[in-house]
């Protein structure tokens, strides 16, 4: 049904990538791997959205990536219906699930989890993966190798129990600092750190003289 209003598969797909993502940055073969459509398709796809505004580009590497423009103006509408919605993605990290968030879940009790750096294209990140909490450290290191595969490149990684994070917070230390002002893609949030609403201010009415 939803194919029919907007038009393709491919287009959906792509919505759902991107507004699922918005922080992230994808070349077209990583696209057509992770959504699993023919190039063509997506590359008519992705001219159709950039032309519109719903996509920025930005070439980095000697390759062409793609990012969905925060600032269009029917991005927040566009994200209330395609958001929150799950892409079906090729991955070897495991062969029953791709979803990186299940996959995190399995290493431990994990509080905290966001993915910065190559992933986010920020250059001045100091991390590409920050974990907090209590993780088996044989899983994290077999998560970090697949992951490092499917990406084929080395990343940085930090896993930190939640005392250390604690700490580190209280004395203002600067590589966590650093992290959490990153560009990012939270994973995990059990903490509230990202999800915090400001408390509404309520305005006392001042009492009118006689």
Known sequence: MIDQLFG????VKLLQLFLGNPNRSFFVREITRKIDEQINSVRRE??????VGIIT???????????????YEHYEALKSIFGSHEVKVTSDIDEESSDMVTQM???????LAFLSGVFTRDDLSPVDILI???VNRTRLRKFIALVEQEEGKDLRYSAISSDEFDYRLDVHDRFIANALGSKKTVLVDERGLFNRRPKPTTVKKSKKKK
Request: hydrophobic share 30%; no cysteine.
């Open 105 to 111: 879940r399995l290493l431990g009790a994990v509080e």
């Open 132 to 134: 907090v909490g209590d």
């Open 8 to 11: 393709s598969k491919t287009r």
């Open 46 to 51: 992705l001219a159709n959205m950039l032309s």
């Open 57 to 71: 580009s930005d070439s980095s590497n000697n390759k062409l990536y793609y990012e969905v423009n925060q600032k």
